[in-house]
C-alpha cells in the first residue's frame, strides 16, 4: 500500500492554459474523489467516481473542468482555459466501499497539486 | 444542504498540556459520520479520528477523543498531553453513510504547540 499519489505537485500556469492532474488511489480502492481546497479554507467536494463512472459533480465543477477515470483505476483532472479563480490546491482521495469492506467511510488523501494561475 | 463551521481559527497550547477544538454542524439526516482531519503544513490529509452517528459512546484513539453532542450538532476533539507534531490544520467534516459519501469541511482550525 503506496497511497495516493498525485501529480504534479505543483503547477504554474498562464491565464488560459490547460492544464491536466493525475491521481493514483489506492491500487484496491473502488470511489475516488476530487476536491479544491483554496487558502484558508477547508476542501470542497468537485465529484467522484465509483470504478470508472462519474457519479456526481459539484456546481463548483464548471464546464471548463472535466475528470476521468478510464479502467477504473488512476484519474485525470483537467481546467481548460485556465482563470486566476482557479488557483488552489487540488486533493484526491480514495475510499473502498462495498459488502463485506467494513463501515468505516475512511477517505484516505494524496499530497494534493497546487496550482497557481499568473 | 449540509454546512460544518469550526468557530475557532487559531489556537495554541503548551507542550504536555490539553486543548480542545470545537465543531458544529447542521444537518437533517440521521445517519452519518463526523471525522476529525489533520493536514501539517506541506503534508497529505491524515484522518484523525472518527465518530457514527449512531453511537453513543465517544470515540477515543491514544491522545485523541471526541466529545460528541448529538442533539446539540456539536462534535469538539480533545487532544492530551500535546505534543509538537500535533501542530496543524484540523479540520471537522462530516459524511453522510449513503450515496456519495462525500465529505463537507469546516474551514479549519490551526494549532500551535509551544515548547
Known amino acids: 500500500d503506496t497511497g495516493v499519489s498525485q501529480n504534479p505537485r505543483h503547477k504554474i500556469t498562464k491565464r488560459g492554459q490547460n492544464v491536466t492532474f493525475r491521481c493514483d488511489p489506492i491500487s484496491e480502492h473502488n470511489r475516488l474523489y476530487w476536491y479544491r481546497q483554496t487558502l484558508g479554507q477547508g476542501p470542497e467536494f468537485l465529484t467522484y467516481f465509483q470504478n470508472e463512472a462519474q457519479l456526481e459533480k459539484s456546481r463548483l465543477l464548471s464546464d471548463r473542468f472535466s475528470a476521468e477515470r478510464p479502467k477504473g483505476s488512476f484519474s485525470t483532472l483537467e481546467i481548460q482555459r485556465t482563470e486566476q479563480g482557479d488557483s488552489a490546491m487540488y486533493l484526491c482521495?480514495?475510499?473502498?466501499?462495498?459488502?463485506?469492506?467494513?463501515?468505516?467511510?475512511?477517505?484516505?488523501f494524496g499530497p494534493g497539486t497546487r496550482l497557481t494561475v499568473t | 444542504a449540509q454546512t460544518v463551521t469550526q468557530s475557532q481559527p487559531e489556537m495554541s497550547v503548551q507542550e504536555a498540556e490539553t486543548v480542545t477544538l470545537s465543531c458544529t454542524y447542521d444537518t437533517s439526516e440521521s445517519d452519518y459520520y463526523l471525522f476529525w482531519y489533520k493536514q501539517p503544513p506541506s503534508r497529505q490529509m491524515i484522518l484523525v479520528i472518527r465518530q457514527e452517528a449512531y453511537k453513543q459512546q465517544n470515540a477515543t484513539e491514544n491522545r485523541f477523543s471526541v466529545n460528541f453532542q448529538k442533539a446539540a450538532k456539536s462534535f469538539s476533539l480533545k487532544i492530551s498531553d500535546s505534543q509538537l507534531g500535533d501542530a496543524a490544520m484540523y479540520f471537522c467534516a462530516y459524511g453522510i453513510i449513503q450515496g456519495a459519501q462525500k465529505l463537507v469541511f469546516g474551514q479549519g482550525t490551526r494549532l500551535t504547540i509551544n515548547p
Open positions: 482521495a480514495s475510499s473502498l466501499i462495498g459488502a463485506g469492506q467494513g463501515l468505516t467511510y475512511e477517505q484516505y
